[in-house]
């Protein structure tokens, strides 16, 4: 019994040593998103504060797991007008929202799952994931490149602001693509 409870120990070991916490590097990454309008265009965005980590393992040279947040008072349109009717309670209601978060549970098949929270709302997901890349810097930091991205209906969690068009349609679509390209740099 002992030497089975040995063996296991050092299974459990060794996954370990090839499993490694990376912190995202905010400036190397991107956390953006798009957005029909008028039903004939994007407008596209992203949030300039972020934070997060992932666990990557390199025996299988895949991400493991994700963990993120995105300060919303942060959103970058190019538009300021509009990042501050963005930051409403019209939309996200910064002041009393001030963050989204993403928390991956599961990864198979190039497919995240997990809980995005957005405006105190909770829902499952999933979204399609890529590792890009490893290598190790200059400065000999390992670091690690994941494309996470996918699709939610703002309504879903209570964003629902609107206005319909006079020819049909909406000013603002409800499927919001999100597009999270992130670097991370091993934690030591």
């Not at 209906?153 to 206005?163: A, E, Q």
Request: glycine share 10%; net charge negative; aromatic share 10%.
């Amino acid at each position: 019994m002992k030497l089975i409870k040995l063996g296991m120990a050092s299974i459990l070991a060794a996954g370990a040593l090839y499993a490694g916490t990376y912190n995202v590097d905010a400036s190397h990454s991107n956390v953006g998103f798009k957005v029909k309008h008028l039903m004939i265009s994007n407008v596209t965005g992203k949030f300039d504060k972020f934070s997060g980590s992932f666990e990557f393992d390199e025996k299988s040279g895949k991400v493991t797991s994700v963990d993120g947040t995105v300060e919303v008072a942060s959103i970058n349109t190019d538009n300021e007008k509009r990042d501050g009717h963005l930051k409403s309670a019209d939309f996200f209601d910064a002041g009393k929202y001030p963050t989204i978060t993403f928390k991956v549970d599961k990864i198979e098949d190039e497919k995240a799952y997990g809980k995005f929270t957005m405006r105190g709302v909770t829902k499952d997901v999933e979204f399609d994931i890529e590792n890009t890349a490893t290598v190790t810097d200059p400065w000999g930091n390992k670091r690690v490149g994941v494309e996470i991205s996918g699709k939610v209906n703002r309504k879903d969690y209570g964003v629902n602001w609107n206005k319909a068009l006079e020819a049909g349609g909406v000013v603002v679509d409800e499927t919001v693509k999100i597009i999270v390209e992130l670097e991370g740099i091993e934690a030591k």
